[in-house]
């Protein structure tokens, strides 16, 4: 059994700042890719940003010099730093990753999600 349990979201004023935190739990050998997605309302889930065991990062365009995403492999867990947040930022944050398990079999997995609200 694997989990993803993420933890930091809240309210923050226009061109606040907030840091997501994701860690990963369980029988897991190793983890490959990890990445923070969102999904507003009345929209599609979109991914914001992602990053590879390495140092390998990937941004939506919509976050680049804004968000900043790392890793503690010795923590399992990934990080989602997000500076001058905007009201449109506002939406649930997942986080997400590739993970092999210790008997072998790598699987994606999904936490359960943190609200990030973006107001005035």
């Known amino acids: 059994q694997v989990q993803l349990v993420e933890s930091g979201g809240g309210l923050v004023q226009p061109g606040g700042s907030l840091r997501l935190s994701c860690a990963a739990s369980?029988?897991?050998?190793?983890?490959?890719?990890m990445g923070w997605y969102r999904q507003a309302p009345g929209k599609e889930r979109e991914l914001v940003a992602s990053i590879i065991s390495g140092s390998s990062t990937t941004y939506a365009d919509s976050v680049k010099a804004r968000f900043t995403i790392s890793r503690d492999n010795a923590k399992n867990t990934v990080y989602l730093q997000m500076n001058s947040l905007k009201p449109e930022d506002t939406a649930v944050y997942y986080c997400n990753a590739d993970i092999v398990a210790s008997w072998g079999t790598t699987l994606n997995y999904w936490g359960q999600g943190t609200q990030v609200t973006v107001s005035s």
């Open positions: 369980g029988s897991l050998f190793s983890i490959n890719a």
